[in-house]
């Protein structure tokens, strides 16, 4: 069984949101000509939008982490997403140097040793990047949704990142039958893993499948007690800071 067949439904006014979604990325694009993101973790959430910019033409860029620990399933799916709707995603890795000196320091898997150590994998791998990201950004896009976590309850549609960038959350609102009829009714590609009980997909070691009725990211970092489980991108003061400048000559990686 598809997460199609387990989670679209049609629900009351569905029409509605996805009217004022649009909206808001339409008015967003016009506020941040040219300096507007979408970063993508290429989550079902994320495929939605990306879809709503690609079939209403929107001047959004489209960016992603390629954190080097990745599924082979999601990068499959950058690649079939370029093809289906002709546009370049951007992709930003990890520092080599860094990554490296903290594996020979710590193992393949020192994210599972603590909170720290996996904290600053996060870093290494997600927060710097992002950093390189969102360089000569005013605006950034996500698919956050207040149904998601309890941390997420109140996501706002419209934010406020450490730097003063907008932060958008345009699906805050939607439910996960919301997200899956979207995807039905317009053929949306995903990632297969969502069709293994994988809702909320990260690093390939720090994602896990879930059972029916667990929370819907009980599978990251499953390891951790629930209060922990957020790797820094979307938490307010996670100190980018701390980790070595990003070289201004970085850039942006495609194939």
Known sequence: MSAIDLYAR??????????????RL??????HAGRIVQATSLGV???VITD???RHRLP?????????????ETLALADATERRYGLVIERFRPEATATLH???????LAMRQSVELRKTCCALRKLEPLSRLLQGRTAWVTGLRRE?????????FDDTDDAGRAKLNPLADWSQADVWHYVERHGVPYNVLHDRFYPSIGCEPCTRAV???????????WWEQASAKECGLHVAGEAVSLLPAASSTLEPQTP
């Not at 959004?60 to 082979?72: K, N, S, V, Y």
């Not at 903290?102 to 393949?108: D, L, N, P, T, Y």
């Open 148 to 156: 998601q976590s309890d941390a997420r309850a109140e996501v706002p």
């Open 52 to 54: 709503l910019i690609a």
């Open 102 to 108: 903290f594996v020979r320091e710590h193992g393949e």
């Open 211 to 221: 059972a029916l009725g667990e929370d819907f990211r009980a599978g990251r970092w």
């Open 26 to 31: 339409a008015d967003a694009a016009a506020s």
């Open 10 to 23: 049609a629900t009351p006014g569905f029409e509605q949101r996805v009217a004022a979604t649009l909206g």
């Open 45 to 47: 959430e994320d495929m």
């Open 60 to 72: 959004i860029a489209i960016a992603t982490l390629e954190t080097g620990r990745l599924h082979a």
